[in-house]
């Protein structure tokens, strides 16, 4: 049976300095393994705000609503939980780690989220493969996390991270941001990969449909103003792109 990730009726606040702002205003969306769903929206609408909310980041609160995995409430769970339990946030801007390297990364987060450690020899054949078909040099892994990488390289990380770790769910938040065309093939091509060999739910975050052209998406939903305004199949994507999102913002 495959799992299911359930948002109703969420409501998220973050805390700004002139008190508790609403970001989310009431949210709902069911995302099913296999799935791929397109979040789009202008800036300021809500995207970042739910990943970060399914994520579990302290500075979001989920002030109301639920967010169910397989039923199980998530935002009971600490962050280490979620990502045990099978989510995956892949970020806008991924962060530096110094002092510990890709591989040892790796291997502890593989650790946690399976409850023993892998194999040596296979382990590293894994990695070996997912960073040749990222287009990483080996180097990479002896490498302190993300430090000195470029954007691309960052991204590219994160998603060396998602082939190996295997959630059930990744939320991609703004990943084509800053990648030139190869750099978004390429990245586009691991999360396909993902997608086909585990069975993977996708949440993509996005403003542009560029993406889309390689991560084929099953349904789009356009948020403005903390909700969703709108929501379809590529067919909704394409006309984003052909008209922008004037028509929801004079009614938002």
């Known amino acids: 049976m495959s799992s299911v990730l359930e948002i109703k009726d969420l409501h998220v606040s973050v805390e700004t300095e002139q008190g508790a702002k ?64 099978g989510l995956f946030l892949a970020m806008q801007y991924p962060v530096e780690i110094p002092g510990v390297t890709n591989a040892n990364f790796l291997r502890t987060a593989k650790t946690a989220i399976d409850g023993e450690a892998p194999a040596i020899r296979t382990w590293m054949g894994e990695v070996r493969d997912a960073m040749k078909n990222l287009r990483m040099d080996e180097s990479f892994a002896s490498r302190n996390v993300n430090e000195g990488f470029s954007g691309g390289e960052k991204k590219r990380n994160e998603i060396l991270q998602l082939e190996l770790l295997k959630p059930k769910f990744a939320v991609l938040d703004e990943t084509d941001s800053g990648l030139d065309v190869d750099a978004l093939k390429i990245v586009s091509e691991g999360v396909n990969r993902a997608k086909d060999g585990t069975g993977l739910g996708v949440m993509l975050i996005t403003h542009y449909t560029r993406i889309l052209r390689y991560i084929k998406p099953d349904f789009v939903h356009v948020f403005v103003n903390g909700r969703v305004a709108e929501q379809g199949g590529p067919e909704l994507a394409d006309r984003l792109e052909a008209e922008g999102y004037d028509r929801f913002l004079v009614d938002a």
């Open 22 to 85: 609403e970001i989310l205003k009431g949210v709902n969306l069911t995302l099913k393994q296999g799935e791929t769903h397109a979040i789009m929206g202008p800036n300021g609408s809500g995207k970042s705000t739910l990943a970060y909310a399914i994520a579990g980041h302290p500075r979001y609160e989920v002030t109301s609503g639920s967010i169910l995995l397989d039923g199980v409430e998530v935002t009971e769970m600490e962050v280490d939980e979620r990502a045990q339990a």
